[in-house]
């Protein structure tokens, strides 16, 4: 959802822009644009995917939860700040340059930017948030689970139970035990 608030807050400034320049046909949301949503979709969903997997790999090797996040996405951070320069940059000459072509791949470009910018910034501030309140409720479910199933393990067994000799059940009183001899 972020992602595509950005392509279009991209989207309407590159229409602004040229809307006010003559000499540019106006960008108005076509059937590239929309593939432009697409492809941004992807970038996006793997910068996410980047700090939850490490985060996850961290929490196997024993790391508290939330020290697990942020030594995330303090190692991960570069790997998406390469991706996120490396398409910005490659997308900037489609937005801005006037060229043959130009009216025909700006919309994408533009969705690209925009959405690019605008969640890679909430990727790194919403995604950690939100991963770490779902490991607390994990956490917290798991807590309440244990100490159900401990809670159970230690009633008393039936009383038949305990008399027929049922490996788990309680021995035998003294008393059947030397009757049974």
Do not use: C
Request: net charge neutral; proline share 6%.
């Amino acid at each position: 959802p972020l992602a595509v608030v950005g392509g279009f807050i991209g989207l309407g400034l590159v229409h602004q822009w040229t809307y006010s320049d003559a000499t540019m046909l106006i960008q108005d949301l076509d059937i590239l644009t929309i593939l432009g949503f697409v492809i941004l979709l992807g970038i996006v969903v793997n910068n996410g995917i980047l700090i939850v997997h490490q985060s996850i790999n961290f929490v196997r090797e024993g790391m508290a939860p939330n020290d697990a996040i942020v030594e995330s996405v303090r190692t991960r951070i570069r790997p998406i700040f390469m991706t996120v320069m490396t398409t910005f940059f490659g997308q900037l000459m489609l937005v801005v340059n006037p060229g043959a072509g130009a009216e025909l791949y700006r919309g994408v470009g533009a969705v690209v930017l925009g959405g690019l910018i605008f969640s890679t910034l909430f990727t790194l501030i919403v995604v950690p948030a939100m991963l770490s309140l779902f490991m607390s409720v994990k956490g917290a479910v798991g807590r309440v689970t244990s100490k159900t199933a401990d809670s159970t393990r230690n009633l008393e067994p039936v009383p038949a139970l305990a008399r027929s000799g049922i490996p788990g059940s309680h021995p035998l009183p003294a008393s059947a035990q030397s009757n049974r001899e």
